[in-house]
């Protein structure tokens, strides 16, 4: 944030920051182009990966509420680790990174990428992509109308 802000008050210039998610039965991808033509180069360009702990909560939540006992929280463990990025292509002012990641046997798998970049007095603006689930299904049905009614935990 403070990156964010100094370069706003410096009236620097921000760097372009574009993506596209897409997935299907086998995969899901995302590319990321960077154009660096106005604004910085990255310093560095990552992805973060995490796994659900079953196939009943698509949930990356590090803490829950319990259902049991709706006014405690519990540990929903889910572990976000690094992961390389590929650069598809390259120019004098533009990068284009992806990851693929292959649908987990069950549950679901999150994962996005970040890309770093110098900012003013020694700080580092990180941008991110939208997170990206696979497979793109949910545990239940849609649920609408007056005889949809659940708690929120």
Sequence with gaps: MRSFYLSIYDNRPLPSFKWTKTSNNTHG???????????????????????????????????????????????????????????????????????????PMSGWEAFFIQANFPGPDGTALELTTNTQIIPDTYPTGDCSGASCRGTLV
């Design 29 to 103: 991808y995302i590319q990321a182009t960077v154009d660096f033509s106005v604004g910085p180069k990255p310093i560095s360009v990552l992805s973060y990966h995490a796994r659900t702990l079953n196939d009943k909560r698509r949930d990356f939540r590090l803490v829950i509420g319990d259902p049991n006992h709706p006014g405690k929280a519990i540990a929903n463990p889910v572990i976000w680790l690094k992961g390389d990025v590929v650069i598809e292509a390259q120019t004098p002012t533009t990068i284009v990174y992806s990851v693929t990641i292959a649908n």
